[in-house]
C-alpha cells in the first residue's frame, strides 16, 4: 500500500492542530467518539486501495469538526442514536465532507465516487419526508471542510 502523501499531510495536520486522538488500528470498525474526542480507523494495509482508507478517514475526520469545542454540531442521546432523523443527518455531512476532501486532493477514484453515492442515497431514503435536509447538510459539510482545512 502506497500512502498519498497529501492525505497523509491533511490528516496530519488537522489532527496535531485540534489535539484529536488518532489510532489505526487492525479491525474492521472506523469511527469518531465524541466523549473521547478520538477517531480509530483501520490499517492501510487492510484497504485493497489506499483511497478507500482516506475516504474513510476523511469520513471520521468530518464527524469530529461536530465536537463541542469544535462547530458544535453533534447531538447526544436518543437523538443521536442510530437510524434516528440527527444520526442520518450527521451521516450525509460526514459524507459529503469525505467526497469534498477527495476531490480537492484529486484522490477520488470511480469507486470511491461509486461508494460514496450509495452511502448518501441509502441516508436519503431514511430523509425522504425532509426535502430541506440535503441543503442543509451540504452547508455543514462545507463548514466542515473549511474548518478541517483551517479555513
Do not use: C
Not at 14 to 29: L, M, V
Not at 105 to 113: A, D, Y
Request: proline share 3%; glycine share 4%.
Amino acid at each position: 500500500v502506497r500512502p498519498i502523501e497529501a492525505g497523509d499531510k491533511l490528516i496530519t495536520d488537522y489532527i496535531t492542530r485540534e489535539k484529536i486522538h488518532f489510532n489505526e488500528q487492525a479491525s474492521n470498525n472506523a469511527y469518531y467518539q465524541p466523549s473521547t474526542d478520538s477517531i480509530v480507523v483501520p490499517m492501510k494495509p487492510q484497504f485493497q486501495v489506499v483511497n478507500e482508507y482516506y475516504s474513510t478517514t476523511f469520513h471520521e475526520i468530518t464527524h469530529s469538526t461536530g465536537h463541542k469545542t469544535r462547530l458544535d454540531r453533534l447531538q447526544t442521546g436518543q437523538v443521536a442514536a442510530f437510524g434516528s432523523e440527527e444520526y442520518s443527518k450527521e451521516e450525509l455531512v460526514a459524507e459529503i465532507g469525505s467526497a469534498t476532501l477527495m476531490n480537492l486532493l484529486g484522490i477520488e477514484t470511480v469507486k470511491t465516487f461509486r461508494n460514496t453515492a450509495a452511502y448518501i442515497q441509502s441516508w436519503l431514503n431514511v430523509l425522504k419526508n425532509d426535502n430541506k435536509f440535503i441543503v442543509s447538510a451540504a452547508s455543514k459539510a462545507e463548514k466542515a471542510v473549511n474548518f478541517i482545512l483551517g479555513e
